[in-house]
């Protein structure tokens, strides 16, 4: 009886081993993700205010007035940072999705 008492009370010490191992782990990413959620949400804040200012560029050059010449050549230019914004934008998009999922994946492994 004394024996058995021993072997269970080594089996509950490994499994509580393994819970603090898995905690720690657990914790540990939980950390990282916040750090990662900020991150993200610094640059998106950041995109929304290089957005904002490109806006205000592009309608101050048209109420300004620009040679048809020119206007060929800013529409190209407008429309070249208009496309990369889109793309930075979904790449932002991505990253926050990610970040949704990380914890069902953490929690999954």
């Known amino acids: ?12 010490s490994v499994e509580l081993t393994r819970l603090r ?8 990413a939980r950390k990282e993700l916040k750090a ?9 804040q950041s995109l929304q205010r290089v957005r904002q200012e490109l ?3 592009v309608q101050s050059r048209f109420k300004a007035g620009v040679s048809n010449e020119g206007q060929t050549l ?4 407008i429309a070249f940072l208009e496309n990369n914004l889109d793309q930075l ?9 990610l970040c949704c999922c990380w914890p069902s994946i953490l929690a999954n492994s």
């Open 36 to 44: 990662v959620e900020e991150t993200v949400t610094k640059e998106l």
């Open 21 to 28: 191992s898995q905690t720690s782990t657990h914790e540990k």
């Open 1 to 12: 009886d004394s024996e058995r008492q021993k072997i269970d009370l080594h089996s509950q």
């Open 74 to 77: 800013e529409a190209q230019k």
């Open 55 to 57: 806006m205000k560029e």
């Open 89 to 97: 934008t979904q790449a932002h998009k991505q990253v926050l999705v």
